[in-house]
């Protein structure tokens, strides 16, 4: 997969709500489960859990909250801490 990563530094949560709603498709695949993403001593983000309800996910991806949506084999996501959206991630198989 390709990952496109931006960081948001203005960005609220619920502008990267209105976003992911934006978003609109059937999903393909599937997030839910536990993911590995690379230790986060090793420059990894750590491990996540995601639990996915049509085309809308959520969960943590190490010490970030995430919101997400899939469609098709595309995935869009944003990474916050309390209200504030540090990142924001599209990745494309």
Known sequence: MALVILSCARLTKEQ???WLDSINGEPKIDMTGQWDAGGMFSGGWGVSNFIQEGK???GSLGMYNVDGAVVG????MSLSS???V???ARLKK
């Open 73 to 76: 084999e595309q995935v869009y």
């Open 82 to 84: 309390g209200r504030r």
């Open 16 to 18: 990267a709500r209105l």
């Open 86 to 88: 540090y990142y924001t």
């Open 56 to 58: 809308d996910f959520s």
